[in-house]
């Protein structure tokens, strides 16, 4: 068997040491005689890794003390609806305010408007979302329940590489494809959230850290199991909940530990992504399509100056092993998604074969 | 390894030829070189799963071609919020008839009545939902936009033999418990749904069988994730959907086919019910907790004369491989969950052990 190096967006490859885990105890958790996804979600067994995964993140991530961490049905997209269900009213003006650097950005704008008045205070659209609006020179409506960004924005490859400071107004943040990526300070946020299918496990689920004083908001409408205060309460377990994500994401979270941690992993992306940029910038024969300031390390977008050689690129790309590197139709061109379980390796074959295709048809 | 008879009420063990199969192909999927949950939910391959899920389901259920399927993220228990969001106002007097028997049906009232009238038109409550009442005797409000019911009750282990007819008025069935255990004519039912991990796959999906006509009532409040309409009209990948769950789901329709159907199924069904049924019945050291004309072919309910000797029952049984038959504590007791993937010899196990306990302490 020959795993290819996957450099897919989500969901997105795993590290081979969880995968191989996984793999073995498939068929007989702890010599239960069943598997992890045969078991009851209220087993000892499953409290236990429900609680270790709680443990090892509050850590890995240094939560404090206040925050609570829910896993929530749907993905990062359900919390689209279930953020303004659950703190638009915490200012009856019930108003919430975006930043627009992508399309996740617009599509959480457009639903909260469902449910009272979104306010796009800045956007980042005019350029095709290549860059991330300057947050100091806007003024911030008192009257917003919360401020939303996206901090990795997977389509066009830009980051926010600090966050604003919002003040008494809570900054909420979809961190779906870099949380565990990078060192945050999480009291900065009143809401963290990511989908695991990125850098935390499979798809199907979504990590929500939310301080406590945020949980007494929820309209009336809110449906049960889009009710965080519900998760907080019941341990994200008032119904079936996803025992299988939350069973990886407990191995992706030793993992973490495994090797260093978020400050560890923080050091080897940022090499990795450098590795790429440098790469692409010393040649006209590839270019970024990023604004440099505000490139993410996690998702690499560039294009060929010769676009019509993209598919070919595409082609050779994946006879070599380098798997998914299309970019999204938002953008064109290649993206390389290169979370954490990506190795070293893998940009060191990408650069390769970046190079060699170069040589050939520069 | 030994693997444990499990006798689980969710989630339950899955066919161990299925559980094999996954575990094999577990990091190497189709010589992708890459796992099933590693790939895009948007991959030709994940494409394929989708679609032969689909077909299978189809054929296997009978499904008639003015139905959709969905899958759906949140278990059972999210459509207990989405099905009043997109239903009940098929009728502007926004009313729904549930039927309470059990857990179950009561939570789905509770939630619906965040969005209109509840009305619950009849009840087993007095007697701890022992049994399936009279709905002949019943009168059906004819503004009711619905009519929800429990088809099998998980806890108490009792079922509908036969569905009622609700004549214009759909007719909404909470299947999770047994679908694809029974012969069902969907035709009688303007939506059925379940969540997977009992008889379908692994915990954190539901799958909604919708007659087309019925997704067209959605409230302006519907989250979009949680709108049927954007389901059907993006085939579940409105956002990345729980593709394991799928995956697994298209494993066990295959074990299905293979193992003649559901027609098939239903036989060995009704015979391993029948073989702990009569057990229970022949001696007067257990008794069924559910009534017997109402009694549940997949949640065998029963208890022992002597409850105190039902600690010691279940810890004996759990030595000797039969594994979770705790009852659930509405009811007490043991219960014997015995899904599509409990081979006869399970039941055989169990009624052997009941056997020899009742000689050692009858």
Same mark, same amino acid.
């Given at each position: ?15 081979i ?25 209220r ?13 090892m993140? %509050? ?11 829910l896993y ?9 609806s ?19 650097t ?10 909260a %408007?469902?449910?009272g ?39 066009? @490859? ?43 496990g499979?798809? @199907? ?10 949980l ?7 449906? @049960?199991?889009?009710n ?43 090499a ?14 590839y ?7 505000? $490139? ?38 290649? $993206? ?27």
């Amino acid at each position: 068997m020959t795993r290819v190096f996957n450099f897919g967006a989500g969901p997105a490859m795993l590290p081979i040491d969880v995968m191989e885990k996984a793999q073995a105890e498939f068929l007989d958790y702890k010599n239960m005689g069943a598997s992890v996804i045969e078991i009851s979600h209220r087993s000892k067994e499953f409290d236990e890794i429900i609680n270790r995964t709680d443990a090892m993140l %509050s850590e890995l991530a240094n939560i404090p003390s206040n925050y609570k961490i829910l896993y929530v049905h749907g993905g990062a997209q359900m919390q689209f609806s279930a953020i303004p269900l659950n703190i638009i009213n915490r200012n009856p003006a019930r108003k919430a305010s975006f930043i627009l650097t992508g399309t996740w950005a617009v599509k959480a704008s457009k639903e909260a %408007s469902r449910y009272g008045i979104a306010l796009d205070i800045a956007s980042s659209g005019d350029s095709n979302f290549n860059y991330i609006p300057d947050f100091d020179s806007l003024t911030l409506d008192p009257e917003s329940s919360y401020v939303h960004i996206v901090s990795n924005n997977t389509l066009y @490859g830009t980051r926010w590489n600090s966050f604003p400071n919002t003040g008494e107004i809570p900054l909420i943040a979809d961190m779906t494809s870099e949380f565990m990526s990078r060192k945050i300070d999480i009291s900065q946020f009143g809401i963290i959230f990511a989908g695991l299918q990125k850098n935390l496990g499979p798809a @199907g689920l979504a990590v929500v850290i939310i301080r406590e004083d945020l949980l007494e908001y929820a309209l009336p409408e809110t449906p @049960g199991l889009l009710n965080y205060k519900t998760y907080a309460e019941q341990h994200s377990l008032a119904n079936t909940n996803n025992t299988f994500a939350i069973y990886m994401m407990s191995l992706v979270m030793e993992w973490l530990a495994d090797n260093g941690g978020v400050e560890k992993m923080e050091e080897k992306n940022e090499a990795k992504a450098k590795l790429i940029y440098d790469y692409i910038d010393s040649t006209d024969f590839y270019f970024g399509t990023a604004k440099p300031a505000h $490139r993410s390390i996690m998702n690499v977008t560039f294009n060929l100056a010769s676009e019509d050689l993209l598919d070919n690129f595409l082609e050779q790309a994946e006879t070599n092993s380098l798997y998914a590197l299309k970019g999204h139709r938002a953008v064109g061109g290649a $993206r390389a998604s290169i979370y954490n379980a990506m190795p070293m390796a893998g940009c060191e074959a990408l650069v390769n074969f970046m190079q060699g295709f170069e040589e050939k048809n520069g």
